[in-house]
Structure formats: C-alpha cells, structure tokens
C-alpha cells in the first residue's frame, strides 16, 4: 500500500496551489485526479493579478509559452440593451487557457502526480484514511469541483445546494469566424440578464472566443442562453454561430451548506463552494483556499483532528469581501431588476462597484492572512503551533 501524508484529490487551481504551499515542508503529498494533463477545461479563463501575486507567479516568463491576454478594458451592459466601455489604460486582468494554466500549476507544485486515477472509495483509518483501498493519508483535501467524490465520500455535500448553472463555449475562430468578431481581445463584454439573476460574456483571447451565460435560477437557462446569442447577432458583436455550449455547475460563497473541515479532511475551491457572489469568478477563491489550507496543515503540525483544521474555516471567513457583494440579496425580485438595469446605467456604478469590487477584487495576498487571529476568532483561544508556541502568519 502506498501512503503520503497529505493526499489532494484534484489537479486544478486548489489542489495545485495547496501542494505548492506545502512544497517546502518536507511533507509527502500526492495529486490524484482522474484526467491526465493538460486537459480541456470548461471555463471562461481570466485571471486577476492578485492571482499571480499569491501565487508568485512572473507573468514575462508564463506568456513565453502560454496564453497570458493582458485585459485593459470591459463593456458592461444589459442584454437587450447598449453598454457602457471603461478603460484603464493599463493591464487590470489577463485572459488565459485553463488547459495551459492548470497543467502549468500542476507540474510546478512539488507534489507526486497520480493522474488518470478516479478517487472511488474514502474509508477512515487510524489515523487518517485509505483511499480507493491502496493510499493511506494522514489528511485528504477535496479539490475536485463541484462535484468533488471527497465532498460526498467524506459527508460533507448536502441535498438541495443552490448551484449557479452555465453553459459556455470555448474555441479557435477561422478567419471568417475572425472577420465577423467585433469583441476586441484586451476588453472582454458582460451582460447582464434583466432580472439581475445571471449575466453573459464573450471574450476573446487573441484568435480564441469563450462566450457563455450562467444564472443563479436554473429554470430556463437554455432559453436565457439562446436570447443571449441572439442579443450578441443583433448587436452586431458577433456574425456568426457558435459551437455547441456545454454546461457546468459550482456554488456561490454564503450559500454553501458543505462541511468544509472534518477530521483529518478539508474542502477547497468549487468543492467548498467558494465562488464570488456576484461574478461567479472561480479561480481566484480556489487559489486562496489551497494556500490557505495548506497554511493550516502547516500549522497543525502533523495532528489533523478537526479542532486543529477549525482555523481553516475562519481563515477563508477574513479574506475581505466589498459590502457590496450581498447587496440586493434581500430585495424582492422586481426590485432587483429594476435597480440593477438602472445602475448599469451609471458609469460610476459600472466601474467602481460591477468591476473594481465584483470582477477585479483588488486587495492584498492571501497569504498575508494571520492563521493565530483567524484560529482564536474561530476557538476563542491563541493557536498553538510547534513547542507551544503562539503561530503567527
């Protein structure tokens, strides 16, 4: 029987991210996933600079050989309606392909790879657990998505989780698909369904456009999505038919009833539901939340009941959120649409609340979140880490 210390089940940004944290500890760790890499991923692939800066990541040095389309610029708008264009003038986020960008993390993470693997079983052992009968763990991290087997097989999903549905598409254009494309590469376009319940995008990494619609209500999303191309012909944004749309699922931060920490077990990413409310950005939340649990690996020091992982919950609680992200929550549903087509009207709302707090989420690293606060907020007492010693960050 092989064994690790820590077994990560998923090779994304969250898996990825936890075992680049702990590349340095000395700890045994192990990526299992099911796909072998580089792998397509559906998703719509833009990254903000904290990104790289949690992730230490030289941003000349990735685009030598991969995708890296600086953003400079967003159209925001209703669908049906026109849009208003702000520009920064400077690179505020960049367009990437997750196929280039998950295998890039993955190879660089420290951790021994076991792909092409699908995790079927999780039984608990003494201490720790044994997956699929053949790798025995001291602690498991569920970093599969959405519908992580770990969130299940470790009893942390729940019945009845409000998921954020999306279809999207991803591809190469030809150059008659390129001379009917009016979406310029440096500024992608959002828009946003009249009840403020979803939005759509296109955007265009130099000769490759991801187009795609999600809603937090299920009911009818095709038809949202069929408008929504349609909208995207009329404006003469595009002149031609997409590929086939594929669909995909994940949860918004707050909604989540997930178990997020047992013993010996933490969810990270899609997996923990941790999506921003408003944007549905996905990337930037699994990449906290693996450096973040790794941090608290780090911390526990080798003892990975639950009363020492706790600190890993509120750890993800402190990272920063804009008041505005739960605004409207409570508002009746007419009142929503109503106030959210008139805002996307103003040119301020636009840029400092849809983009600067909703899709840009300029704040500090992650990593500069203090673990010894986070776990007294969650205990009520001062974390103690190696000899008795108070951690600090």
């Given at each position: 029987?092989?064994?690790?210390?820590?077994?990560?089940?998923?090779?994304?940004p969250a898996g990825s991210s936890c075992a680049w944290g702990l590349r340095h500890s000395g700890l045994d760790v192990v990526i299992?996933?099911?796909?072998?890499?580089?792998?397509?991923?559906?998703?719509?692939?833009?990254?903000?600079?904290?990104?790289?800066?949690?992730?230490?990541?030289?941003?000349?040095?990735?685009?030598?050989?991969?995708?890296?389309?600086?953003?400079?610029?967003?159209?925001?708008?209703?669908?049906?309606?026109?849009?208003?264009?702000?520009?920064?003038?400077?690179?505020?986020?960049?367009?990437?392909?997750?196929?280039?960008?998950?295998?890039?993390?993955?190879?660089?993470?420290?951790?021994?790879?076991?792909?092409?693997?699908?995790?079927?079983?999780?039984?608990?052992?003494?201490?720790?657990?044994?997956?699929?009968?053949?790798?025995?763990?001291?602690?498991?991290?569920?970093?599969?998505?959405?519908?992580?087997?770990?969130?299940?097989?470790?009893?942390?999903?729940?019945?009845?989780?409000?998921?954020?549905?999306?279809?999207?598409?991803?591809?190469?254009?030809?150059?008659?698909?390129?001379?009917?494309?009016?979406?310029?590469?440096?500024?992608?376009?959002?828009?946003?369904?009249?009840?403020?319940?979803?939005?759509?995008?296109?955007?265009?990494?130099?000769?490759?456009?991801?187009?795609?619609?999600?809603?937090?209500?299920?009911?009818?999303?095709?038809?949202?999505?069929?408008?929504?191309?349609?909208?995207?012909?009329?404006?003469?944004?595009?002149?031609?038919?997409?590929?086939?749309?594929?669909?995909?699922?994940?949860?918004?931060?707050?909604?989540?009833?997930?178990?997020?920490?047992?013993?010996?077990?933490?969810?990270?990413?899609?997996?923990?539901?941790?999506?921003?409310?408003?944007?549905?950005?996905?990337?930037?939340?699994?990449?906290?939340?693996?450096?973040?649990?790794?941090?608290?690996?780090?911390?526990?020091?080798?003892?990975?009941?639950?009363?020492?992982?706790?600190?890993?919950?509120?750890?993800?609680?402190?990272?920063?959120?804009?008041?505005?992200?739960?605004?409207?929550?409570?508002?009746?549903?007419?009142?929503?649409?109503?106030?959210?087509?008139?805002?996307?009207?103003?040119?301020?709302?636009?840029?400092?609340?849809?983009?600067?707090?909703?899709?840009?989420?300029?704040?500090?690293?992650?990593?500069?979140?203090?673990?010894?606060?986070?776990?007294?907020?969650?205990?009520?007492?001062?974390?103690?880490?190696?000899?008795?010693?108070?951690?600090?960050?």
């Open positions: 029987m092989d064994s690790c210390d820590v077994l990560i089940v998923g090779g994304g299992l996933d099911k796909q072998v890499f580089p792998r397509d991923k559906v998703c719509g692939g833009w990254i903000t600079p904290g990104v790289l800066t949690d992730l230490g990541i030289d941003p000349l040095e990735y685009r030598r050989e991969r995708m890296l389309q600086p953003i400079t610029g967003f159209r925001v708008g209703c669908i049906g309606s026109s849009a208003l264009e702000t520009g920064y003038g400077e690179p505020v986020s960049y367009g990437i392909r997750r196929r280039e960008f998950d295998d890039y993390l993955l190879r660089r993470s420290g951790a021994r790879l076991l792909l092409g693997t699908a995790l079927t079983r999780l039984e608990q052992s003494t201490p720790g657990w044994v997956a699929n009968g053949q790798i025995k763990a001291r602690v498991v991290i569920g970093a599969g998505g959405h519908f992580c087997p770990v969130a299940g097989l470790a009893g942390g999903k729940k019945s009845g989780e409000p998921a954020v549905v999306a279809q999207e598409t991803e591809f190469e254009m030809d150059a008659g698909r390129l001379a009917g494309c009016r979406i310029r590469k440096e500024t992608p376009e959002l828009y946003f369904c009249s009840d403020m319940k979803g939005y759509g995008w296109c955007f265009r990494k130099r000769n490759v456009l991801n187009v795609g619609l999600g809603r937090a209500d299920p009911h009818r999303l095709s038809a949202h999505v069929t408008a929504f191309l349609e909208f995207l012909k009329s404006a003469g944004r595009i002149a031609f038919d997409v590929p086939p749309l594929q669909g995909h699922a994940y949860l918004l931060d707050g909604t989540s009833t997930r178990s997020i920490v047992g013993d010996g077990v933490l969810l990270a990413g899609d997996a923990a539901g941790l999506a921003h409310p408003q944007s549905g950005e996905g990337i930037r939340p699994a990449v906290e939340s693996g450096l973040l649990a790794a941090k608290t690996i780090l911390a526990a020091n080798g003892s990975y009941e639950r009363k020492r992982l706790d600190a890993y919950a509120a750890l993800l609680a402190r990272r920063r959120r804009p008041w505005s992200m739960n605004a409207g929550r409570y508002l009746p549903s007419q009142w929503t649409g109503f106030l959210g087509r008139s805002l996307l009207r103003s040119r301020w709302f636009v840029r400092n609340v849809v983009l600067k707090e909703w899709f840009l989420h300029a704040r500090a690293a992650v990593t500069e979140i203090d673990l010894a606060a986070a776990s007294e907020t969650a205990t009520g007492a001062p974390f103690r880490g190696h000899n008795g010693k108070r951690t600090a960050s």
